[in-house]
């Protein structure tokens, strides 16, 4: 598998790949969340290429200055259990390394197993941290919140890995 950025023609594949994998969810723009990465020098999406396949993998790797974060790690399910996703992580560890930041992190969702297990083999440790989070309504004056005012109606839903920014399980700062 060669990894390399996501070509721009490749975009609706990911896309894809990210359905596929149970990435994507209704209240999140997963198309808007890949143009951003690809937009500037912080941030990017690699993907996974074999011969005769195509797009096969796909990690979006960036950092915030303090720690580097990994979002939409996919294998296509014809493809896992062959070492690939193991090969998405090493690139986008070698991305952080290469912009200077010690350390990478991610969110999983607690009922991940499958993730946490893969995860855990490659030597990611889950961190004793809450993560927080607030959904901002972008282009609306959002007032300070009292007794609930000003929350979006899906605050309480369940925190998934491309909902929060920052995929794994810890935020340690
Ligand atoms: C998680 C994922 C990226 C792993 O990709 P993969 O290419 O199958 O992983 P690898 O072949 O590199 O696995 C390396 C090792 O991780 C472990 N591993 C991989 N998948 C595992 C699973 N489902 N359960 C337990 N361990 C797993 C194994 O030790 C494996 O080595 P082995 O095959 O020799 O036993 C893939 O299953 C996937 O795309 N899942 C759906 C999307 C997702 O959940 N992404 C993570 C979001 S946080």
Redesign the pocket.
């Known amino acids: 598998m060669q990894i390399r950025a996501l070509a721009s023609a490749d975009h609706a594949a990911a896309l894809a790949l990210w359905e596929a994998?149970?990435?994507t969810r209704p209240w999140n723009d997963a198309g808007a969340d890949l143009r951003r990465a690809l937009q500037g020098p912080e941030s990017t999406v690699l993907g996974g290429y074999l011969d005769g396949a195509g797009l096969v993998?796909t990690a979006m790797v960036g950092h915030d200055g303090h720690r580097g974060w990994v979002y939409y790690?996919?294998?296509d399910p014809a493809?896992?259990?062959?070492?690939?996703?193991?090969?998405?992580m090493a690139a986008c560890e070698d991305w952080v390394h290469r912009h200077g930041i010690p350390k990478i992190q991610?969110?999983?969702?607690r009922d991940?197993?499958?993730?946490l297990?893969?995860y855990e083999?490659?030597g990611y440790e889950v961190s004793d941290v809450t993560v927080l989070g607030r959904r901002l309504r972008l282009g609306e004056q959002v007032p300070a919140t009292e007794s609930g005012q000003g929350q979006h109606p899906e605050d309480d839903r369940d925190g998934t890995?491309p909902d929060e920014r920052g995929?794994?399980e810890g935020v340690r700062r």
């Open positions: 994998a149970g990435l993998a790690l996919a294998v493809h896992r259990r062959r070492g690939f996703g193991r090969h998405m991610l969110m999983v969702r991940n197993v499958g993730a297990g893969f083999g490659l890995q995929p794994g």
